[in-house]
């Protein structure tokens, strides 16, 4: 019984659709690692339980020189203020390069990275999902990014059609706070 109540508090704190199945999504086809690698601001997402309480999140990516992008994401929590951690990214198949495996280490975790759209020079929309399918449940992960720490209304709201039209649950998307 306690088992439960934790899995339910958990699920609670995470952007949650009670539909098992991921929807089929389409990332971008020429996606350039190259040309996306620099600092990205989050202008919105959905409740993720390892942001929360968070704001001013971004993330800088690297080219590692063998294939692979260091990823560095920074954020300050109401928890324990300053807040980093330090990853890799690793295309997942070479004819789909916007799908991507983020690999950390400290917390270790690993999960995709599913670049939508992106323009490199003023926004990026990325995806993820996650099914667990005995509980009937499925997470999503959606990322609303810019080059600065703004973007305008009407973008914000073609990028979440955009992923809505895929059959993402853009309802929970809200703003991140960006006054660091």
């Known amino acids: ?11 609670s704190l995470v952007s949650k659709s009670f539909a098992s199945e991921c929807p089929k999504i389409v990332t971008q086809k020429d996606f350039n690692a190259t040309r996306y690698l620099g600092l990205w601001y989050e202008i919105e997402r959905n409740n993720i339980i390892f942001e929360i309480a968070s704001k001013c999140e ?11 992008v260091g990823v560095y994401n920074q954020a300050v929590t109401a928890y324990d203020g300053y807040y980093t951690i330090h990853g890799v990214a690793v295309v997942k198949d070479p004819s789909e390069p916007g799908a991507l495996e983020v690999i950390f280490s400290n917390p270790p975790r690993k999960g995709d ?3 939508i759209t992106t323009n490199y020079d003023e926004y990026a929309l990325v995806y993820a999902c996650q099914s667990i399918p ?14 600065t720490k703004s973007l305008s209304p009407s973008r914000i709201n073609e990028l979440k059609k955009i992923i809505q039209d895929m059959g ?8 991140t706070t960006q006054n660091c």
């Open 58 to 68: 971004n993330a800088t990516y690297t080219d590692n020189h063998n294939g692979t």
């Open 113 to 115: 990275y599913n670049v």
């Open 1 to 11: 019984m306690f088992l439960a109540i934790v899995i339910a508090i958990c699920l």
């Open 134 to 147: 005995i509980l009937s449940y499925k997470l999503e992960f959606i990322w609303l990014l810019s080059r």
């Open 168 to 175: 993402a649950d853009v309802n929970s998307v809200k703003p």
